[in-house]
């Protein structure tokens, strides 16, 4: 308890960086402020960058931010801040850690939210600052809708937060106090879960959990007779389909990066839906009762779990 609320004070005096204050980088400063930043004992800041003037000022005129930077002030922000979060699309965020590797603070913690991992395991050498400590991370929360505007802190409340434990050239010792560092502050945000895991893990599980959601949801969208199909919904299209309010280019970039691991989730789903048209089409009843009933078990089953863990 007592080193719990160590973490909390250590992080009360942090200045923290947000890079890209759209949709996940505002709630991400929104979250820090909504917790960390209301403590009677916060002495720390919450700067943010971003290309968009609007946003910026958006975020200090509600007291989100204290600073606001654009793009060419990089150096002076990161030279400031002892944790950063990068909000920025996977490829945009791959360049801006390459560009800025000897910029950060030293002994600074530095994170991504980006949806797929592989893209930086493989530049990892490149893009891990010399003296700061990278720790790639992913918030399993958001909206639908872009900008800064649409940002909430309460977006991560009971949600998961996944990390990547891949120690760099940091001291070990120094690593892990800053991975429980960032688990308290994950904790503070209001996320209720942790998940610690590789890359790889990471993108095969996300590729099945979120992107390939996004492709059904998007392929059940676009196979529709009409646009005024929606009058007879009763609220099953409605839950399926809510993620197909798509960012596009962020999603594009997002399936490319993964093309390996989701296609394979594709063709594994085609393989069920091909079944299951199989049983409809030729009314063999007993075997679509069969999987139908195999499938309620599995999902009660996956739901057990999750409340397990």
């Not at 910029?103 to 939210?113: E, H, Q, R």
């Amino acid at each position: 308890m007592s080193e719990t609320i160590s973490l909390e004070k250590k992080l009360s005096t942090f200045t923290y960086g947000i890079v890209g204050l759209g949709i996940m980088g505002g709630s991400i400063a929104k979250a820090i402020r909504n917790s960390v930043g209301q403590s009677n004992f916060f002495s720390g800041k919450i700067l943010g960058l971003d290309r968009n003037t609007e946003s910026l000022e958006a975020a200090k005129k509600e007291q989100i931010i204290d600073e606001g930077f654009l793009p060419d002030q990089n150096k002076i922000m990161l030279s400031q801040c002892d944790f950063v979060f990068v909000c920025l699309y996977p490829h945009a965020i791959l360049d801006f850690l390459k560009e800025n590797r000897n910029n950060f603070k030293d002994n600074a913690i530095i994170t991504d939210i980006s949806g797929v991992k592989n893209l930086l395991e493989i530049n990892y050498d490149e893009i891990c600052p010399p003296n700061a400590d990278f720790i790639m991370g992913h918030p399993m929360a958001g909206g639908e809708k872009e900008g800064f505007a649409s940002s909430k802190g309460e977006f991560f409340i009971n949600h998961n937060y996944i990390l990547i434990d891949k120690p760099n050239n940091i001291a070990s010792k120094i690593h892990q106090e800053n991975v429980e560092t960032f688990k308290t502050l994950i904790h503070k945000m209001g996320f209720s879960k942790i998940t610690v895991t590789d890359s790889n893990t990471h993108d095969n599980k996300i590729g099945f959990t979120s992107q390939l959601c996004h492709v059904v949801a998007s392929a059940m969208v676009e196979s529709a007779e009409d646009e005024q199909i929606t009058s007879f919904g009763g609220g099953s299209f409605e839950d399926l389909t809510r993620i197909a309010m798509i960012n596009a280019p962020l999603w594009t970039e997002l399936f490319l990066s993964n093309k390996d691991k989701l296609v394979n989730h594709i063709e594994n789903f085609k393989k069920q839906l091909t079944l299951m048209e199989e049983y409809i089409q030729n009314e063999k009843k007993d075997e679509l009762c069969a999987l139908l009933t195999d499938v309620r078990q599995k999902r009660i089953k996956m739901q057990q779990n999750n409340q397990k863990s």
